[in-house]
Structure formats: C-alpha cells, structure tokens
C-alpha cells in the first residue's frame, strides 16, 4: 500500500509540473495570437468615439505602447494575480464579465457533459455488445451523425421541431425576462434553490434542456464510438471467458467487467472533450441566446475589444488545463496502471 500511495503522489507531482510549462505555452500562444492581428486594437474598438487624448489614456492603461517583451512579462504577472485588465468599450473589469457570465456557460458546459455521457457511454456498450447486428450498425451512423453535425444546425433545428412546431419548449435565453432571483452563485439553477423559488429553478431546467441536448450531442459520438471499441476489445479478453467459466451472468460478465476496463480510455479522453465542449458553447450560446462567456466572447470580437478577448479566452485555456490535469489524476486512481 505505501508504495501504491507513494506513487500516486509521484504521479500527481509529476503532472502539476508538467502543467507548468503547458500553462505557460498556452498562455504565450493567446499573447501572441491577439497581437498579430493586423492595426491598432483601440483605434479599432472605439476610434471615431473618443478625442485622441483618450484614446492616448487607453492605450498607456492598456501598456499598449510598451515593449512587446514587458506587455508580455506584465501580462503573466496580472494572469498569475488574476488580473484580467479592464475591457476596452465597456470599462468593464473582465473579472466582472467571467463571473457574471461564467455562470451561465458553466451551467451549459456541465449538462452537455451529463448528455454526452448519459447516451454516449450506454450506446457505446450496446453497440459494442451486440457487435455487426443492425443495433450496432445503426449506433454507429447515430455517431457519425452527431459528431459530424454542425452544432449551430442541430440547434436550429430543434429550435423549429421542439420550440417552434412542437411548442414543449422555450428556445432563448437562460429563463423568462419575469424569472429574477438574487445572483448569489452567478449560476441560475443554484440560486433559485437558495431562494427556495422552485418555479424560477423549474424555468431554469426548461430553458437549458434545448442548448445542454444540442451541445450534448457534439461529444456524444466520440464517446459511444471509444465505448464501443473499448467493450469490444474487452469482451475479447482471457478474464472475460473466464469470468463465463464460472458460471457468472453474461449481463454482469458485459458491465461489471468489460465495461468497466473499457471506461479508463473513456475517461482519459474526456479532459479532451471539454475543450471542445466549450469551443461549441460559443456557437451553442450564440444559437440559444445564452448569456454565458462565448455569447460576450463573440461581442467583444465584433468590437475587437483585444482586451476583453485576451481575457476571456485565457480563461478557457486555463479550463482545459486544469480538466485536462485533475482527468490524469482520476484516471490514474481509477487505473494504478497510469502511474508507472
């Protein structure tokens, strides 16, 4: 046991340092990213609204005039403090906007992710159970389909089957413009319970159901597609006829034992996939009118606010890497094999 443990700590010691670098990489990526566009970042975002003398103000609050290596060597130091600067059009601190807004997207990101999971892990072990049958065949086109689909589309569509014509559900916004509770948590289905206001949370859940599906079904056929070739290859394994030697059931034989060695890839790709949850929460939120971070990430960008754009996509870079670091360490607990 203690070497168990002892390796488990190596383990998680030796990706929070790998994490550094690759905060680092990251970070030196959206730096350079949103300074190679081309002219001046504020003339772009409020030129012609503001006398040259504010617009000199800007610029020196922004450190937009400074050497390319001290804006860099700052803008670490303001990320490792938290410090996000202060948006261009709006005078806004980009902490306030990822707080106010990073509820929201929070709410949708984690739902699609139950979506995913919910219909992605079960099919995958259907198909893989019932391998070459026409339930198989017809999972695998379901797969295809949903990770080849634009998200923007599924959404408009069933915008006009669910919400249009069907009428069972809202299709904008994060609740009805009468729905108010107290932000507290900045998170809607958190605070109405705080409130104790179920008809605010029930509203809530309504208006989610739509974008958290929609979003859901992005990642969906990866999941099913990896369960299914995992359970496959399971199934093939000497402890899996061993197991039906003994006389155990073939349906705990399947999900006791095939499909719970299947679930450790499962879960290593799973930090990979909130990356791209979050790129299609932009569209998604975009597509629902969701007051999260992507619908301001597409505002600013069509302001060409650079400051507020810096701030919100190192955010999301920062996501990633910490899903990405906390999968390996489930992972590894889930599977000792991953720490050697």
Not at 166 to 171: E, S, V, Y
Not at 206 to 224: E, Q, W
Not at 317 to 339: C, E, F, G, M, Y
């Amino acid at each position: 046991m203690a070497r168990s443990g002892g390796s488990l700590r190596t383990y998680a010691l030796s990706r929070l340092a790998l994490a550094l670098p690759m905060v680092l990489i990251l970070l030196t990526m959206v730096f350079l990213l949103m300074r190679v566009a081309p002219g001046d970042p504020v003339q772009s975002a409020v030129g012609g609204r503001l006398p040259p003398d504010q617009i000199a103000e800007i610029r020196a609050n922004a450190g937009i005039d400074d050497p390319l290596i001290v804006q860099y060597f700052t803008y670490l130091g303001d990320v490792a403090t938290l410090n996000f600067g202060e948006t261009i059009t709006d005078n806004r601190p980009v902490s306030d906007v990822i707080i106010e807004s990073g509820g929201a997207t929070l709410t949708l990101t984690l739902a699609a992710l139950l979506v995913a999971i919910g219909l992605g892990l079960p099919l995958g072990l259907l198909a893989g159970r019932y391998r070459d049958t026409a339930t198989d065949g017809s999972l695998r086109i379901f797969g295809i389909l949903t990770y080849a689909a634009p998200v923007f589309w599924v959404g408009l569509l069933a915008q006009l089957t669910f919400g249009s014509i069907l009428g069972w559900l809202p299709t904008s916004g994060e609740a009805d413009p009468v729905t108010f509770v107290d932000e507290v948590t900045h998170i809607l289905l958190i605070d109405a319970l705080i409130a104790g206001d179920l008809e605010a949370f029930w509203d809530a859940v309504r208006h989610l159901i739509l974008p958290a599906v929609t979003l859901g079904l992005l990642v969906t056929g990866t999941f099913l597609r990896l369960t299914r070739v995992n359970v496959m290859q399971a199934l093939q394994g000497d402890y899996i006829e061993a197991a039906r030697a003994r006389g155990i059931g073939e349906r705990s034989v399947v999900v006791r034992h095939a499909f719970r060695n299947a679930l450790v890839p499962v879960i290593t790709v799973m930090g990979l996939q909130i990356a791209l949850l979050l790129s299609g929460a932009t569209l998604t939120e975009l597509t629902f009118d969701w007051p999260g971070l992507g619908s301001e990430l597409i505002a600013y960008l069509n302001e060409r606010d650079y400051i507020a754009v810096q701030g919100i996509v190192t955010v999301f870079a920062l996501v990633v890497v910490v899903v990405s670091i906390t999968i390996d360490l489930v992972n590894a607990l889930i599977d000792p094999r991953v720490r050697y």
